[in-house]
Each structure stands twice: as C-alpha cells, then as structure tokens.
C-alpha cells in the first residue's frame, strides 16, 4: 500500500489537537492508525490525535483546505497533483518503497505500444498513474 501522508503547512503547530482524516471512510487499508489510536500510541508519543472520516459532502481534501484537518493519506501522483493546483502540502512519510500502481493490458498487448488508443482508469483519483504515463511516454491516451 503506498500513500503519502500530508500536512497542510502550519495548521497543527501549537494546537492540542491534531486531526487525521483518511482519504476514504474506514477500512483495512487505515487499520493501523485505528490500532495506534486504540492502544495509546499516539498519547504515548504525548499527540492528541482525533480520527475524523471524510464524507460526500466533505472529502479529505476539502477538509484539508478548510483547515478542519491537519493530515490526510494520497498517492504520490494525486498529491502533486494537488500541490500543482496550489495548495501548499507538506510530505510527512511514505509507508512503502515501491508504489501498487499499474498499467495492465490484455494478454500479449503492450499498453506502451497502444498510442493514442482509449482506455479504461478506475475513477476514484488514480487515473493519474495513467495520465502520467501517458505525458511521459507520448501516448496521448483517450
């Protein structure tokens, strides 16, 4: 699993509480911070941290620009993404080496040889992957 944890710059200095909110609601993916959460971790390292799920009405990143949240997850390509449009992000960690993200076609079809065919991109903000690719490589997906 890779996402880049990010804060908005400034917001938590100085304030009692700090506030997560993953880039989703909750699920596998997250269970870490609920198991820190839930065995004290986070009192531990002397951090009050509350987790507040995003919604449809308020996703992570409108929370985020509205200063309701300090931190929230992204991939890498939809945080710069992000930081593209002008909104001043800052990059925590990474919690892996090697991001999940790939490109996949039909068996004996290299995706790199499909210049400006149209393709599918799952639209929950990772078709950046592809548009990426697609800049890079000259593809000129549709």
């Not at 992570?60 to 993404?81: W, Y």
């Not at 290299?110 to 592809?130: V, Y």
Request: with cysteine; net charge neutral; proline share 3%.
């Amino acid at each position: 699993m890779l996402f880049l944890f990010v804060l908005a710059c400034g917001t938590a200095r100085g304030q009692e509480k700090f506030i997560f909110t993953p880039q989703w609601t909750a699920q596998a993916q997250f269970a870490g911070y609920y198991v820190a959460q839930e065995k004290g971790f986070y009192k531990e390292a002397g951090l009050s941290v509350e987790i507040v799920h995003p919604s449809l009405t308020q996703p992570a990143m409108k929370r985020i620009q509205n200063n309701e949240s300090h931190a929230t997850t992204l991939q890498l390509c939809q945080a710069i993404e992000i930081v593209d449009g002008g909104i001043d992000l800052v990059n925590i960690l990474q919690t892996s080496m090697n991001n999940a993200m790939v490109i996949v076609s039909r068996r004996g079809v290299d995706p790199l040889t499909q210049k400006g065919e149209r393709i599918g991109i799952w639209s929950a903000g990772f078709g950046q992957l592809a548009i990426c690719m697609s800049k890079k490589e000259h593809l000129d997906y549709e």
